[in-house]
């Protein structure tokens, strides 16, 4: 785990602390255009029924097109709770 990882899980963490609800912290899943083993994790987290954020993070991949794929998938009816 690199140091930005690292910044990002304690940034993470204190998000969750400091929130004033019993909210579930988001998921918060790693996409690279190398492979897409992501892919059914994505789909395993908007078909839940859960309302619990989703964040997609693309670090180090200057044309992966992920915020193309964001914008489609809040488009999608019950979706607008990804990031």
């Known amino acids: 785990m690199n140091s930005c990882e690292n910044c990002f899980n304690v940034m993470k963490l204190k998000w ?5 609800e019993a909210v579930e912290c988001p998921a918060v899943i790693h996409v690279t255009g190398q492979n897409y083993k992501w892919l059914p994790e994505v ?7 859960s309302q619990r954020h989703i964040v997609l ?5 200057p044309l992966c097109g992920i915020v193309g794929l964001v914008n489609c998938i809040r488009k999608e009816q019950g979706s607008d709770f990804v990031r």
């Open 57 to 61: 993070v693309a670090q180090g991949e």
């Open 16 to 20: 969750c602390l400091l929130q004033a």
């Open 43 to 49: 789909q395993n987290a908007i078909t839940s029924n």
